[in-house]
């Protein structure tokens, strides 16, 4: 192989990887991720301010995430946040409707799944009630919640 040919390769191997962390950067995943940190958030019946600051630094430190602007993840949050104000059923239909569109998309169920676990334990509990939310979620993205040792 030439050195040309393989600078060539390297270069398409480093577009496919830029590809695949992009490829994050929609609406989509977007929703998914802040709706699910929403439910794992408040499944304690309090979002901590330690809740909310743990998912912005693992937001802006996940490469995936990080295509994100910090604004549009806040507002995003903040809205499935308000839809459990004006009504608890309707803020987890709209939770886990947002949660369902990813279903079939491996890669990004998991990382959601991973950035909601993180976020139970950003203020050092992970209880029962945040463990069951978890496991809801789990199988709401058709995951397997012994995965993640739930």
């Known amino acids: 192989m030439s050195f040309s040919s393989f600078m060539s390769t390297i270069k398409q191997k480093s577009n496919e990887l830029k590809g695949e962390v992009l490829k994050f950067k929609n609406k989509k995943f977007l929703n998914a991720a802040t709706a699910g940190t929403a439910l794992i958030a408040r499944a304690d019946g309090d979002v901590s301010s330690e809740e909310k600051k743990k998912m912005l630094k693992i937001i802006e430190s996940n490469d995936a995430l990080s295509v994100f602007k910090t604004s549009d993840v806040i507002e995003a949050?903040?809205?499935?946040?308000?839809?459990?104000?004006?009504?608890?059923?309707?803020?987890?239909?709209?939770?886990?409707?947002?949660?369902?569109?990813?279903?079939?998309?491996?890669?990004?169920?998991?990382?959601?799944?991973r950035l909601i676990l993180s976020i139970a334990a950003a203020d050092g509990v992970f209880d029962d009630d945040e463990k069951a939310v978890a496991r809801k979620v789990a199988r709401e993205l058709g995951l397997d919640a012994a995965d993640f040792e739930l």
């Not at 709209?94 to 990004?108: P, Q």
């Open 77 to 113: 949050f903040n809205g499935f946040l308000s839809n459990f104000e004006f009504d608890l059923d309707v803020g987890e239909s709209k939770a886990f409707e947002a949660l369902n569109l990813l279903k079939g998309d491996d890669v990004a169920c998991r990382t959601v799944m």
